[in-house]
């Protein structure tokens, strides 16, 4: 059996009729760039994840870039990163002129560890960004209040966490702003690249619209240093279709999950998924644990089922930071972590017989890889 990572093209044949409608109501308009359907998407989304406001940008990276821009963040200032996450999360700091700090992370949730975080506190620190890595919520509550006492911005990177829940409140409404990716494999994605920033802050919300939009006030008033970095009206139709299904493609992740953990709960020397209680994990990525894990991707990879190393090198010991001077075992818990990690399919249209196959492929590869 072929059981690949992802499977794209069987979500978009459940939804194909509306989104071929969808798409031909822009061409029918030709209202390309900030048209109809952007805003529509912008309430919407807001709707969804219950914030005030949104604003639709380009991708998760200019999310996260033009959120930290519009705190007023840059050189000299220092922003708090967890270590193990994609590395957009650290670079749109240096982008911005600010130097990421990184922080370990939870060796059972893989994020932020919020006991190290006051450690990595400096009286340069300006903001501190939680990464909701896999569809499962930072643990929010102490981040907050550490963050209120020492009076630093939070910039929640909800990029893989589209409807997850932090003990009731939806990711990306606690921070200063949320920041999501519609990247075609988010549990939210487009037909091409998106993003978007929700905020329940007025002034914010001002500031970012002007940004995405060149800094415009009105089509040739430049107040603000901007940019293009506008959600494009054709990935706003396509998406105003697919949220409309996102709560059951989530539903789906966590049953293939369940079902998953199950049959793993029975086969010594693998580490499944925790999902910490009261909160809604919506399993962007489903990561076991197990010891040779290089054979067992190789062992996978033979007999075809689709996976992938979410993240093999911990941010500190990328090349590209090998100036801010971190060395090996600095975050022994990543570090751990980044060899050990395997993630296997999950979308909403694995079927019960791959997710079958696959945990017996992962029982053989135990034994023979
Ligand atoms: C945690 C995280 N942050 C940021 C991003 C950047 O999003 P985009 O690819 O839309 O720029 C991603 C996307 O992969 C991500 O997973």
């Known amino acids: 059996m072929n059981v690949p990572f992802i499977d794209l093209k069987a979500q978009y044949l459940q939804v194909k009729p509306e989104i071929g409608r969808a798409i031909k109501a822009v061409l029918d308009r030709q209202d390309f760039i900030l048209g109809r359907d952007v805003s529509f998407f912008e309430q919407e989304f807001a709707h969804y994840v219950g ?81 909701h890595l896999f569809g499962q919520c930072a643990d929010m509550q102490p981040l907050m209040s550490l963050c209120r006492r020492r009076g630093l911005a939070v910039v929640e990177d ?12 939806p990711s990306g409404i606690l921070g200063a702003t949320g920041c999501f990716s519609f990247y075609p494999t988010k549990n939210l994605g487009g037909s091409g690249d998106g993003g978007a920033i ?7 919300y001002a500031k970012l ?30 998406l105003r279709v697919k949220l409309r299904r996102l709560n059951s493609w989530n ?7 369940r079902l998953y953990s199950r049959l793993f709960a029975d086969i010594p020397g693998v580490a499944i998924p925790y999902a910490a209680p009261g909160s809604r994990h919506v399993y962007h990525i489903y990561a076991i644990q197990v010891d040779n894990r290089d054979a067992v991707v190789a062992y996978l990879n033979r007999m075809r089922v689709g996976c992938m190393v979410n993240y093999p090198i911990p941010l500190h010991l990328q090349v590209v930071y090998k100036d801010l001077g971190y060395k090996k075992g600095d975050f022994p818990v990543a570090e751990k ?33």
Not at 251 to 257: L, Q, T
């Open 198 to 204: 929700v905020t329940d802050n007025e002034g914010l």
């Open 51 to 131: 914030s005030r406001y949104c604003v639709g940008v380009n991708s998760g990276t200019d999310a996260l870039y033009l959120s930290l821009k519009a705190l007023g963040i840059g050189p000299g200032d220092e922003v708090i990163v967890p270590v193990f996450t994609f590395i957009a999360t650290a670079f749109v700091v240096t982008c911005a002129g600010a130097k990421p700090v990184f922080v370990d992370i939870d060796e059972r949730t893989f994020n932020i560890d919020v006991n190290k975080l006051e450690r990595a506190i400096t009286k340069r620190t300006k903001a501190v960004s939680p990464v």
């Open 251 to 257: 539903n789906k992740r966590i049953g293939c999950a």
């Open 337 to 369: 972590l980044s060899r050990r990690i395997i993630s296997l399919p999950m979308h909403p249209c694995l079927a019960k017989r791959e997710i079958e196959y696959v945990v017996k492929t992962v029982q053989k590869a135990l034994k023979e890889a």
């Open 158 to 169: 909800a990029c893989q966490a589209h409807g997850a829940l932090y003990k009731g409140a």
């Open 209 to 238: 619209r002007m940004m995405r939009d060149c800094g415009r006030k009105s089509k040739y008033e430049h107040h603000i240093l901007g940019f293009n970095s506008r959600l494009d009206t054709l990935q706003a139709a396509v």
